[in-house]
């Protein structure tokens, strides 16, 4: 049998072919020799590799709490740091600080012997030299270990530093106060002690390094009402308490 023939068969009664492979009547025009065969191949080919329907997937269950729970619009917040004691914005003394040193002032004021208001004055101390930056803190006590050893510029460096970042500090003041002394810088050294008294009124020992000045450049009547403002803060200060008696000794002196 010819070639074709293995995959044609043809109906008597018209021109169709029957396909082999599925039975079905497909048009014979046109499907002779080796076209016919190509055809054939072609009819075979398509029919084995058709595409199987896959079957859909099971149906996802969403539970009735996701089906009702609001969808939040809004960004979550930023996780906030934790706020310095010691300083707010700017540098500035904080209201929970502010309020530790009322208290100390007030027990500084009713301190019963030496010795108590003696432990209140050095917490007080402590106090003043806060920055809110322990760097800071750091370069105040320096710069008057600096003073005190008369390493001049150095304590220049560090007050400088300071100075640029807390010029509320009224403690930066008073020793720059000390340094202009050192240098016998007099007006310089007023101006200075003078912010500084303004930025902590109740700082005792501003109070008694402004009263020193004033009274070594004659003026007596302001250094003695410095001394009672710092012996009002604190009224066991030896210190303003012997300044005081030897100008209202010397006025005695003086009158008589």
């Not at 018209?14 to 599925?22: A, G, Q």
């Not at 020799?33 to 055809?39: H, K, N, V």
């Not at 012997?242 to 010397?250: G, I, P, Q, R, S």
Request: aromatic share 4%.
């Amino acid at each position: 049998m010819p070639l074709i023939s293995r995959f044609l068969l043809y109906d008597s009664t018209m021109m169709k072919t029957r396909s082999p492979l599925t039975g079905s009547l497909i048009p014979a025009l046109l499907i002779t020799g080796a076209a016919g065969f190509a055809m054939a191949e072609d009819i075979s080919a398509t029919t084995k590799t058709a595409p199987q329907v896959q079957p859909m997937p099971p149906a996802v269950t969403i539970p009735d709490a996701a089906k009702t729970a609001p969808i939040s619009t809004t960004a979550p917040k930023a996780k906030e740091k934790p706020k310095n004691p010691d300083v707010e914005t700017g540098g500035s003394l904080s209201e929970v600080r502010r309020k530790e040193q009322d208290q100390l002032f007030t027990d500084l004021r009713k301190a019963s012997t030496p010795e108590k208001s003696h432990a209140i004055a050095s917490r007080l101390r402590q106090s003043f030299v806060r920055t809110g930056s322990d760097s800071l803190d750091l370069m105040l006590r320096w710069a008057e270990t600096a003073l005190n050893q008369s390493r001049e510029a150095e304590a220049q460096d560090y007050i400088d530093e300071v100075m640029a970042q807390r010029p509320d500090n009224a403690t930066v003041w008073q020793l720059r106060a000390r340094l202009h002394l050192r240098r016998n810088e007099l007006a310089p050294a007023l101006r200075d002690i003078r912010q500084a008294m303004i930025l902590e009124p109740r700082n005792f020992d501003v109070l008694i390094n402004y009263a020193t000045l004033l009274r070594e450049t004659g003026n007596r009547k302001g250094a003695l009402r410095l001394y009672h403002q710092a012996l009002s803060v604190y009224p066991m200060m030896k210190e303003a308490q012997d300044e005081m008696l030897k100008l209202t000794e010397a006025d005695s002196d003086t009158a008589l």
